[in-house]
């Protein structure tokens, strides 16, 4: 299919430990988004990425979180040191063009990480 | 900053029952409007959304929301629901002077009951 993807799915780790969670934006779209889903905190924006501008960061919760974009394509978030406030569902989403504020975005199914 | 307040968490909601979820934002500036729909286990797809023009937009499955700028409120609507519109819905906001992210609103659950 043409939609986001996210990779993987599911992902449970133990406090402490570093881990990654990979997005594939739909094709052709220069900007992509990770957002977190808690139970305590809803909806919450981290980071933006737009073509080769640098990244609006504003959202991250604290210097454990990064992401990078490679090539303006995949996009991966690392978190070190997890905790276990960290277990989220974290989705990504990607839009086309450059007035992000109209475009749509488009979420993938996310991953649901779990930090025992 | 914007922020976005959904007014109930929980809607239970008779099959074939009009139900309506209140959206309200503040801003200082013009905002764009989203209504997203998430199934269970599943990412956020969406229902419709406000630009500019017609303050009564239309989505799919039948779903169709008001903006009213004086109230800043963006409620959704449809006028008969289904067994399978039992999901989460999220009002989001995006401002174009402050980025290009969606600020969301807490969600309102919907159970349609048969």
């Known amino acids: 299919g043409a939609g986001v993807s996210q990779s993987p799915s599911n992902k449970v780790t133990e406090k402490g430990k570093d881990v990654e969670l990979r997005c594939d934006p739909i094709s052709g779209h220069t900007a992509l988004y990770w957002y977190r889903q808690s139970l305590g905190q809803g909806l919450e924006f981290l980071i933006y990425?737009?073509?080769?501008?640098?990244?609006?960061k504003s959202g991250l919760p604290s210097d454990r979180f990064s992401a990078e974009r490679t090539g303006g394509s995949v996009s991966t978030l690392t978190i070190q040191r997890t905790q276990q406030e960290d277990s989220a569902v974290y989705l990504c989403?990607?839009?086309?063009?450059?007035?992000?504020?109209?475009?749509?975005?488009?979420f993938g199914a996310g991953t649901r990480l779990s930090v025992l | 900053a914007q922020s976005v307040t959904q007014l109930d968490s929980q809607v239970p909601v008779f099959e074939e029952a009009p139900v309506e979820l209140r959206c309200n934002y503040s801003s200082s500036v013009s905002v764009y409007l989203f209504w997203y729909v998430q199934y269970p286990n599943q990412g956020l797809q969406l229902l419709l959304k406000?630009?500019?023009?017609?303050?009564l937009v239309k989505g799919i499955n039948g779903f169709e929301a008001e903006f009213n700028k004086s109230q800043t409120s963006f409620h959704l609507r449809k006028p008969s629901v289904h067994i399978s519109d039992t999901a989460e819905y999220f009002c989001a906001v995006s401002v174009g002077a402050a980025g290009n992210k969606l600020t969301f609103g807490g969600g309102t659950r919907v159970l349609v009951k048969p």
């Open positions: 406000y630009l500019s023009g017609s303050t």
């Open positions: 990425f737009q073509g080769n501008s640098a990244p609006d």
């Open positions: 989403a990607s839009s086309r063009g450059r007035d992000g504020a109209k475009n749509i975005q488009y």
